[in-house]
């Protein structure tokens, strides 16, 4: 029970993406012989509360080798991700980085809008022994495979193809871009702030690649045979796709899906999840309260990444700052994966499995 | 009157500092009763001195707050007998009459003293010049009583953890209910025989604060004074959420 007694592999830190999922756990642990809480009660108490490790995880990899990891909550408020509440929301992020290294984990990733104190100066964690990753490579490739796997499916060519990237400045997009750089006909790039665009994009151009790019989506969809979304919004409006494009969504608020769902001519996936095949387990077992994915044992490509990084004993910076993966790495830990028995998760959306999509052949 | 409006702002304001005052005396009073009983819990003769120190000290605080509200005026009603007082103390007590310690430490240096430094540091934050530093200091030196049986209670927890968690747990359960009702946007349990008229929880707003911001600050130091003894966020998380809210 001592804390320091006992090591764990990694330590995942996380937060919810709604104030519905902090209910329905803090309800689901609540005894049942009293009342569940409405949601404004729980906000009262849990929208103070400070990092907590929630539960312990341990999985298996297909090599039969066995990792210890924790489940560490940051109790950011889902509704508080705007830049307004961002000293508030960091230094949750950074009491959740001591708990894990008190908790003597040797490496933690830092999930979703958590892996913003990587983006920045890392010498406040220069005294702490635990390795940080954002787990954005894994992230990256999982997404990039799944573009690869999709095109397989459809008898698309990449090569052939223009991919348009929502967020292209950021650690995901710049990782999405220069895997793609070579492999497509045009990239279209996307984000807001037209100066950092315009710098990637006459950067590659030196290069050779052949690239538009625009912060304003309209004039960029309509050319997109492939979109990828990796921005972190949910107010990216997109109209006129071509028929039949293909949508990885990998962001956080969904970016596009909730207003694309209803047409009939786009193939839509959530992107950057992959699958376990040699299953895991919670201690206590809270899955219930935290799976909700339409597939058993899919994870998060950033969760997984600690997770092979510590099948590998691979206890290292493994993603950190910004634009600084490299096709090379995104190769070698999508390998690593494979070997741990961990896959390209298969395809869904919030309406469910993608059947046709993943049969079709 | 003339006291009144040479001190405050408006009749709100004084009545709910007046109820701000009368919470803090009781609640230092209640310490007080609590550092003498305890005392009575402990063999070790140096440490039973500390323990009547420590009521002398939650005496002093309470003489602290009494001044202050005489000086200006302030409307006081103590009384160790309301519904969530008494029933702190009757908790304590029943602790204190088996002799013991750790008990009787858990629940007035990490449960009541976590409410007391952070409601403290809140109403400290908005109020002004003397009553501004009564309760910054007041909060500090309480600060100093958590931190050092964090250390008694950590190694406690180190002889048999499961043991000790189990134990805890009961206790968190009796004491918490009682704060946690008191502490909820409306009292759960009737009115606390403390604040004049209504409960001041809805008039907090006449010196800037707001019950919600106090408890779920109150709820946090006491979730990371867990933290600090080594209680597992597992357990915490588990035992708050069980809370009244
Ligand atoms: N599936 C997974 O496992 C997984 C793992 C990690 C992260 N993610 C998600 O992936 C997304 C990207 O992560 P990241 O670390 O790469 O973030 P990041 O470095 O902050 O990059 C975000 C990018 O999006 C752009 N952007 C933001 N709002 C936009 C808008 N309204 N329209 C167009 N572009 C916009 C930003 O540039 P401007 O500010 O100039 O617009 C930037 O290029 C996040 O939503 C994150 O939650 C998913
Ligand atoms: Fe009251």
Redesign the pocket.
């Known amino acids: 029970m001592d804390s320091k007694s006992t090591s764990l592999d990694f330590a995942i830190i996380g937060h919810q993406e709604s104030w519905q999922s902090i209910t329905s756990f803090i309800n689901g642990i609540r005894n049942a012989s009293i009342e569940p809480l409405p949601v404004d009660k729980i906000k009262d108490v849990f929208g103070f509360m400070p990092p907590r490790d929630l539960f312990k995880i341990t999985l298996k990899s297909k090599t039969g080798n066995e990792v210890n990891g924790v489940f560490i909550e940051t109790f950011i408020d889902p509704d508080k991700l705007s830049a307004r509440y961002l000293k508030t929301n960091i230094s949750k992020v950074k009491k959740a980085i001591s708990l894990a290294s008190k908790l003597n984990a040797k490496l933690a990733t830092l999930?979703?809008?958590t892996?913003?104190v990587l983006?920045g100066s890392r010498n406040e964690f220069k005294d702490i022994s635990i390795k940080l990753t954002?787990?954005?490579t894994l992230?990256a490739g999982?997404?990039l495979k799944g573009i690869e796997h999709a095109c397989v499916q459809y008898d698309i060519r990449l090569e052939e193809s223009n991919v348009l990237i929502?967020?292209?400045?950021?650690?995901?997009?710049?990782a999405c871009t220069h895997y793609l750089k070579q492999k497509v006909s045009t990239l279209l790039l996307?984000?807001?702030?037209q100066r950092?665009?315009e710098t990637l994009a006459t950067s590659l151009r030196n290069e050779g690649v052949n690239v538009f790019c625009d912060t304003n989506?309209e004039s960029l969809v309509p050319k997109a045979d492939i979109i990828i979304a990796?921005?972190?919004?949910k107010?990216?409006l997109i109209g006129n796709t071509k028929n039949n494009v293909i949508i990885c969504d990998?962001?956080?608020?969904k970016?596009l899906e909730n207003r694309l769902l209803k047409k009939e001519d786009i193939i839509l996936f959530?992107?950057?999840?992959g699958i376990i095949n040699y299953g895991y387990t919670f201690s206590p077992n809270y899955k219930p309260f935290f799976y909700n994915y339409p597939v058993d044992n899919v994870a998060?490509?950033?969760?997984l990444e600690a997770v092979i990084l510590a099948f590998e004993k691979k206890y290292e910076n493994y993603s950190v700052g910004?634009g600084n993966i490299t096709p090379e790495a995104i190769s070698n830990i999508y390998q690593w994966a494979l070997k741990h028995g961990v896959e390209l998760a298969p395809f869904y959306n919030s309406k469910g499995l993608c059947k046709l999509f993943n049969t079709k052949v | 009157m003339e006291t009144l409006t040479n001190n405050f702002k408006s009749i709100e304001e004084f009545q709910v500092i007046s109820d701000v005052f009368s919470q803090a005396i009781t609640g230092e009073l209640i310490g007080m009763s609590n550092f003498a009983s305890l005392s009575g819990t402990i063999e070790d003769p140096f440490e039973k001195m500390e323990a009547i120190e420590h009521a002398n000290g939650e005496r002093q605080h309470a003489e602290g707050f009494m001044a202050y509200a005489k000086k200006t005026g302030l409307n006081i009603n103590i009384n160790l007998n309301g519904s969530y007082w008494g029933r702190i103390r009757d908790v304590f007590l029943s602790y204190a009459n088996k002799n013991d310690f750790i008990a009787c430490l858990m629940i007035q240096e990490v449960m009541l003293e976590a409410f007391a430094v952070s409601m403290y540091t809140d109403v400290g934050r908005v109020l002004e010049d003397e009553a501004q530093k009564l309760f910054l200091s007041i909060a500090e030196e309480e600060k100093e009583h958590m931190d050092h049986s964090t250390e008694i209670l950590r190694s406690e927890l180190k002889k048999n953890p499961d043991d000790f968690i189990r134990k805890i747990e009961i206790i968190h359960y009796e004491c918490m209910t009682i704060l946690s009702e008191f502490s909820a946007r409306t009292d759960l349990s009737g009115h606390c025989g403390v604040c004049h008229g209504d409960c001041m929880k809805n008039s907090l707003h006449h010196i800037g604060l707001d019950v919600v911001t106090m408890r779920g600050n109150a709820l946090a130091l006491y979730a990371e004074a867990l933290d600090n003894i080594g209680i597992p966020g597992e357990k915490s998380v588990l035992w708050i959420a069980n809370l009244p809210a």
């Open positions: 999930g979703g809008f892996s913003i983006e954002t787990g954005n992230t999982f997404i929502i967020g292209a400045t950021g650690d995901i997009g710049l996307n984000a807001r702030n950092r665009l989506l990796v921005a972190s919004s107010d990216i990998a962001g956080y608020p970016n959530h992107g950057g999840m998060h490509g950033c969760v910004k």
